[in-house]
């Protein structure tokens, strides 16, 4: 089982921009497709983006995908999330998720998580 860790999390002006960072340790990052989700307060989680386990193809939420980018570093067995723009509307817990079932597309498949990280934005 992989075990995920996230990082970066903090509290940001409307506007800014924020990297997150997951580190995978326990098994090698590109057998696992890769995603961001995240939980706003009195909310369900939700899917923020994903990466195809070489990093050739992404796929990022409809309403994200002008502002967020995804990518990542098998050789340092790393996961990033670049916000821009953000919102007051981005506050939450975002967590880190792997997937060692099947394509970075199939959000039920993400299986191993991390403790998240917490993202604030105030106006």
């Known amino acids: 089982q992989v075990q995920l860790v996230e990082s970066g999390g903090a509290k940001v002006q409307s506007g800014d921009s924020l990297s997150l960072s997951c580190t995978a340790s326990?098994?090698?990052?590109?057998?696992?497709?890769m995603g961001w989700f995240r939980q706003a307060p009195g909310k369900e989680r939700e899917f923020v983006a994903s990466i195809s386990r070489g990093g050739r193809s992404t796929l990022i939420a409809d309403s994200l995908k002008d502002r967020f980018t995804i990518s990542r570093d098998n050789a340092k067995n790393t996961v990033q999330l670049l916000m821009n723009s953000l919102k007051p509307q981005d506050t939450a817990v975002y967590y880190c998720?792997?997937?060692?079932?099947?394509?970075?597309?199939?959000?039920?498949?993400?299986?191993?998580w991390g403790q998240g990280t917490q993202v604030t934005v105030s106006s």
């Open positions: 998720a792997a997937n060692g079932r099947s394509n970075y597309f199939n959000r039920a498949d993400f299986d191993s």
């Open positions: 326990g098994r090698t990052l590109s057998t696992y497709a």
